[in-house]
């Protein structure tokens, strides 16, 4: 079946570091793609999002790119703040006779001052 | 405008039980998605209702079930408690149905099942 699968965390940087978050998919069709945060205490989150290959979604400093050809939807952020610590997921959304949503496990990211 | 409403936040039943919870979505949407989130299995797709109609179902038992009204506001039952339900339990809605629609999400009930 369709299955999302991301980096494991925790991941910490240090304030103003780079940020990449891996994210790779298997789908039968041509899915939607996701990154949702979490913040502490809260729940989800749209962060970006694209619909067909090549898109870029873009959010709040934070980019990602539908790669058809490598299965992938890889998070990144030129300069993290101590504010962007929180869980992030990745999620993919299909049409399988009713919509769903698959989400990945979630990386844990934890930014120091 | 008003997020996705879940009640209650919190809740505590023991074994054998049965639950309700309710999720309010934000207004104008039609779609309510319900996800089981834990430590373990990560956030898993539990069922989708569009008008009042169950859309697709996931792997879980028959013990979860669910229902839309015309308001589109969603319940989900759980019966016979087992304490593997402990979990935090997230509803989000969208606009529409189908895989391009964002998901807002609630901010969900923590069940605890002693």
């Known amino acids: 079946g369709n299955s999302v699968t991301q980096m494991e965390g925790p991941v910490t940087l240090s304030e103003e570091a780079f940020l990449t978050i891996n994210c790779t998919y298997t789908?039968?069709?041509?899915?939607?793609l996701f990154w949702y945060v979490q913040y502490p205490g809260e729940g989800l989150q749209l962060l970006l999002k694209?619909?067909?290959?090549?898109d870029k979604g873009s959010n709040k400093g934070f980019e990602a790119t539908y790669r058809k050809e490598t299965t992938s939807f890889h998070l990144e952020k030129g300069s993290v703040q101590v504010s962007d610590s929180a869980v992030y997921f990745c999620?993919?959304?299909?049409?399988?006779?009713?919509?769903?949503?698959?989400f990945g496990a979630g990386t844990r990211l934890f930014v120091k001052a | 405008k008003a997020g996705v409403t879940q009640t209650p936040r919190y809740l505590i039943k023991t074994r054998g039980q049965q639950v309700t919870l309710s999720c309010s979505p934000i207004?104008?949407?039609?779609?309510v998605s319900w996800y089981q989130q834990t430590p373990g299995q990560g956030l898993q797709f539990l069922f989708e209702?569009?008008?009042?109609?169950?859309?697709n179902k996931g792997n879980f038992p028959g013990r979860f079930s669910g229902r839309q009204f015309s308001n589109s506001r969603s319940e989900m039952n759980v019966s016979t408690l087992e304490l593997g339900d402990s979990a935090l339990y997230l509803c989000?809605?969208?606009?529409?149905?189908?895989?391009?629609?964002?998901?807002?999400f609630g901010d969900g009930t923590r069940l605890s099942i002693l």
């Open positions: 989000a809605s969208s606009l529409s149905t189908g895989p391009n629609q964002p998901q807002h």
């Open positions: 207004s104008g949407h039609r779609s």
């Open positions: 209702y569009f008008s009042e109609t169950q859309r």
């Open positions: 694209a619909t067909k290959a090549d």
């Open positions: 789908a039968t069709g041509y899915p939607s």
């Open positions: 999620a993919l959304s299909e049409l399988t006779g009713g919509f769903k949503t698959i």
